[in-house]
C-alpha cells in the first residue's frame, strides 16, 4: 500500500482542541490525529500549529480526554480537569501510565506511581490518594466522588496516613497536615522545618 494510504490509515478522524499559536485561541479540529493508550499521535500541521506555554507544554482536548504535548511530540494523558488538562500543582500533575494514575512532572515523566485507583492533586507536598468503591454525586455543573478508602502521601510517595477514611472526609487529613503547618515534620531545629514553620506563621 503507497505510503500516502498508510498515512491515511494511521490517523484516525480523532477530533481535538487546543491553544492555536496563530489566533491565541482555542480551536477546533475534526482531524487532528489518534489516541493510542496513554498517548496522542499528532498529525505533523497541528504540531507546528500549537501554541506552547513557558515550559514548552501544551493541552489538546480529544473525546474528552486531556493530552499535555511538549515541543518534542512527546504527549502523556493527564486527568481531564475543568474542560482543560490537570494544573501542576507542588511541580505535579495527574497523569496515566498503562491505564493508571500516575503523578508526572513538567517533562512528562512518571515521578510517583502510588498504585492506588484515584489521586487527588498535591498540596503542599501532600496529596489525597484513594481507592474505591466510590459513589459519584451530581452538585449543581460538577460531579462529586465520595466514599472509598482514603490516605495521604508526601512528595516522595510515602505514606503518612493510612488508606482508611472516606474521601469526604478529610479531618483526619486536615489534623496531619495542620499539626505540620504543611512543613516537614518536627523537631524545628532542622533548618528547612523552621523556616516553613516561620514563613506559615508570619
Known amino acids: ?20 499559536k496563530q489566533n491565541q485561541s482555542l480551536e477546533f479540529y475534526k482531524t487532528c490525529g489518534q489516541i493510542k493508550g496513554d498517548q496522542f499521535l499528532l498529525q505533523d500541521f497541528h504540531k507546528n500549529n500549537i501554541e506552547f506555554d513557558e515550559h514548552g507544554l501544551a493541552c489538546i482536548i480529544a473525546i474528552q480526554k486531556a493530552f499535555y504535548i511538549n515541543k518534542k511530540g512527546e504527549t502523556r494523558r493527564t486527568v481531564f480537569f475543568d474542560t482543560d488538562c490537570d494544573y501542576f500543582e507542588d511541580g505535579y500533575a495527574r497523569g496515566y501510565e498503562n491505564g493508571k494514575m500516575v503523578y508526572i512532572d513538567k517533562k512528562l515523566n512518571v515521578k510517583l ?16 490518594v484513594c481507592n474505591g468503591l466510590f459513589e459519584t454525586i451530581q452538585d ?35 489534623v496531619y497536615i ?18 516553613c514553620h516561620a514563613k506559615r506563621h508570619l
Open 113 to 128: 506511581k502510588p498504585d492506588f485507583e484515584w489521586l487527588l492533586p498535591f498540596d503542599y507536598d501532600h496529596a489525597i
Open 1 to 20: 500500500m503507497p505510503a500516502c494510504c498508510l498515512r491515511q490509515l494511521f490517523f484516525a478522524d480523532t477530533p481535538c482542541s487546543y491553544l492555536t
Open 178 to 195: 495542620n499539626s505540620y503547618n504543611h512543613c516537614p515534620k518536627p523537631p524545628t531545629t532542622l533548618q528547612d522545618s523552621a523556616i
Open 140 to 174: 449543581g455543573e460538577h460531579r462529586l466522588m465520595k466514599n472509598g478508602k482514603c490516605g495521604l502521601i508526601d512528595k516522595k510517595g510515602n505514606s503518612v496516613v493510612e488508606a482508611l477514611y472516606p474521601i469526604g472526609d478529610r479531618e483526619a487529613f486536615d
